[in-house]
């Protein structure tokens, strides 16, 4: 599949020339009904071409609606899911490129759709990692099948940026509970935290973080040998961390404290 804004181009194209072979008379207002899928259909492409996407989506809902086994019904339920993103209304966006993926599995367009499905539920997923991640669990899920589905993709590139962002998020949620846990004095809740951000999410930047706080819980519990063990690791796979230095000073200071150990025996 060519890269998603070079075939949209390229299809947008192909429309238009199909729009100017049409009857000359069909340029109307929202609501109106036209009598044949074509020309519902152009006059969709019309307004949606001139960003006028709230006309758009109701010319091509009727195309979807009044003419469900017309050939270009597909392409009307693509370009209506386009009219949303057009809009900005993310989350509806999702769910009509869902439809189009579920609904028209022949379809040329589903490799995009199942793309933009994933793209849509990211944008539409509250940018806090604190809130609610929902949109962005199905973002992960959509964007992981279309890698799978089509790994030879030039869109394929962008989905694995963007579900690395979307790791990322997730892992900082995570990352997040476990310092909360940390800072109240509950270790065990917060090392269950820590070790899912390291084990779920290795390559998020969150990982080196939530591996030292592992290492501070340890030593604030006196186990030295397992503070010791993952400010070593620590070093060995993140020696160019900005908390590198503190892992150093940690190992130093239990370092000091098994000397005091060996002296009071």
């Known amino acids: 599949m060519p890269k998603r804004r070079y075939c949209l181009m390229s299809l947008t194209l192909c429309l238009a020339a199909m ?32 960003k006028g996407y709230l006309r758009a989506i109701d ?20 370009f209506l899911a386009m009219s949303q993103y057009g809009l900005k ?9 869902e439809r189009l993926v579920n609904t028209y599995p022949g379809s040329p367009f589903v490799d995009d759709g199942q793309y933009m499905t994933g793209l849509c539920y990211f944008k539409a997923a509250p940018r806090h990692y604190g809130l609610d991640q ?25 989905a694995k940026a963007t579900l690395k962002a979307a790791h990322d998020r997730l892992a900082q949620k995570r990352y997040e509970g476990g310092r909360m846990y940390m800072r109240l004095g509950y270790f065990d809740s917060a090392k269950i935290y820590f070790q899912a951000v390291i084990d779920e999410y290795t390559g998020s930047p969150w990982a080196a973080r939530a591996l030292f706080h592992l290492g501070e819980i340890a030593l604030r519990e006196k186990a030295y040998q397992d503070a010791r063990t993952k400010f070593n690791y620590f070093l060995v796979v993140y020696p160019d961390h900005p908390l590198a230095a503190k892992a150093r000073k940690m190992l130093d200071k239990i370092g000091k404290e098994g000397d005091e150990r060996t002296e009071n025996k």
């Open 59 to 78: 010319g091509f809902q009727k195309v979807v609606f009044n003419f469900s086994g017309a050939p270009m019904v597909d392409s009307a339920q693509y």
């Open 134 to 158: 929902q949109e962005l669990e199905r973002a992960i899920t959509a964007l992981e099948d279309f890698v799978t589905d089509h790994p030879e993709s030039e869109a394929a590139a962008d």
């Open 19 to 50: 729009i100017s072979c049409g009857a000359a008379g069909c340029g109307s207002t929202t609501g109106k009904v036209y009598p044949t899928a074509e020309e519902q259909f152009r006059q969709a492409m019309k307004d949606y071409q001139k």
């Open 89 to 97: 209304d993310y989350y509806v966006a999702a769910t009509e490129f």
